[in-house]
């Protein structure tokens, strides 16, 4: 990184026309996690990705994401389980250099391909109802939190494997909602670090995810309260469903309405 953002720097995000755009999706992405637990990043890096391109849209989601967990997970970790979430992170921060890698020197429309396909995997494994029904061992725990590093330190999409493992059960929604809430804060430390080193953020990613940030966070609390009027089944089919809306509309196909 190479300076902080000064006073241009905003001024130049604030008129770019494709700010408006971003607000939206920083505000949506709020609605869904704070909602769900997860999510986030499912609506944000596919969509700001689509605008900004991926490594935009990556540098300043984790920004974003390490300040909005710490607001949001701290509250929860009394209702996460522990022995569930540690060996996933452990496995993911391991594998997380790897993934940083892949951003640093991958095409970006391979990158954004990459994302849409990792999005649409987790949202069509779970609409169709698979079950992960064998013994949580522990060699199957290190290597969902495996893929889930390194896909998310390519793409800060390391949801689908974690979602997978765990919404598709049949745990608690309250107890999932904060594994995934505790688990994603831990991992975006991770990735913040490897990014910092790699010199992958950018003065415009930190004043872009200041200023998204701030709306995010007041997002994340009213979709939390959201959370404790829905019932579970409600619960899953919205977050399922706007999942599915930004897979659509990001694909590289529709560049020409985003751009």
Known sequence: MSALPDAATFQVILADPRFPAAVAIAIVA?????FSGFGSPF???PLMS??????DAVGSFVLIDVATGLAFALRLMRDCNWREVLPLAGSAGVAAPFGAMILQFANPLALRWLIVGLVSFAFFALASGWRYRGTPLMPITLGVGFLAGLFGGAVQIS???VVVYWLAGSSDARMVRANFAVFFLLLASVYLVIYLLRGLITPEMIAMATMLGVLHIASIGAGAKLFNLAAPQIYRRVALAIVALSVLVSLPL????LR
């Open 254 to 257: 529709f560049d020409g309405w």
């Open 43 to 45: 609506i944000y890096i």
């Open 30 to 34: 709020g609605l869904v996690r704070g």
């Open 159 to 161: 949801g689908p494997p």
């Open 50 to 55: 689509a605008i900004y391109g991926p490594r």
